[in-house]
């Protein structure tokens, strides 16, 4: 199974980029890479997702390296608001209808 | 955001009566889930749905059932609630081909006492 590890927490400060890494050393070939966070109170929400390129949405991109063990989401220009628990996950069994969140990372952005 | 809204959204009940909980959907999707989190456990699957009528156990689903008349509506009981049920309650929605992209309703604070 292809898990994810993510650091525990990480501070950013307003205004700048915020970087976060997670290793999936053990990912297959047909493995997405997906991201999620989960702001404080309120359900999980979908940020961005991809297989080997590099993708880019209107909340965040997602960089991928070239042998796929590891990823970064970039907050491009973070704010308070992008304060909450974020999810690396990799899709493990396509028979598999959970989404396995671990621990997450949490961010906090200070002013 | 997609539009899932869940009812009610707080809800204090005594163990041993019976509970739904109710998500509800704008979004013509055709997957559904009910899932319950708790410290230290994370996010975990209850059921989940992928068709009218057509729903199936997830990883914690004792003490649960679902039922889905209309592609807009999942309903989750408790059929007979417990302390250990206590928890917050997320309704998820996604597309068969996509099933990992899942939209997530606000969820719904239940304490049993």
């Known amino acids: 199974d292809a898990k994810t590890t993510q650091p525990p927490s990480m501070d950013c400060a307003e205004g700048r980029a915020a970087n976060l890494p997670c290793n999936h050393s053990?990912?297959?070939?047909?493995?997405?890479v997906y991201w999620y966070r989960q702001i404080h109170s309120q359900g999980p929400q979908y940020i961005i997702h991809?297989?080997?390129n590099n993708e880019t949405n209107e909340m965040a991109s997602l960089i991928i390296t070239e042998d796929r063990k590891s990823s970064t989401l970039i907050l491009p220009h973070a704010t308070l608001r992008d304060t909450a628990v974020y999810y690396c996950i990799v899709r493990v069994d396509p028979n598999d209808y959970k989404l396995s969140f671990g621990a997450g990372t949490t961010v906090t952005v200070r002013a | 955001d997609a539009g899932i809204t869940q009812s009610p959204r707080h809800k204090v009940t005594e163990t041993g009566t019976p509970v739904t909980l109710r998500c509800h959907q704008t979004?013509?999707?055709?997957?559904m889930y009910w899932y319950r989190q708790d410290p230290g456990h994370g996010l975990r699957l209850i059921h989940y749905?992928?068709?009218?009528?057509?729903?199936d156990k997830g990883e914690v689903s004792d003490g649960y059932s679902v039922s889905r008349s209309k592609t807009e509506d999942f309903l989750l009981t408790l059929e007979s609630a417990t302390s250990s049920q206590t928890s917050v309650y997320f309704c998820a929605i996604s597309e068969p081909a996509s099933r990992e992209t899942q939209y997530f309703g606000p969820g719904t604070r239940l304490l049993v006492l």
């Open positions: 749905s992928y068709g009218v009528k057509d729903t």
């Open positions: 053990t990912i297959s070939g047909n493995e997405y």
């Open positions: 991809g297989l080997k």
């Open positions: 979004e013509n999707h055709r997957y």
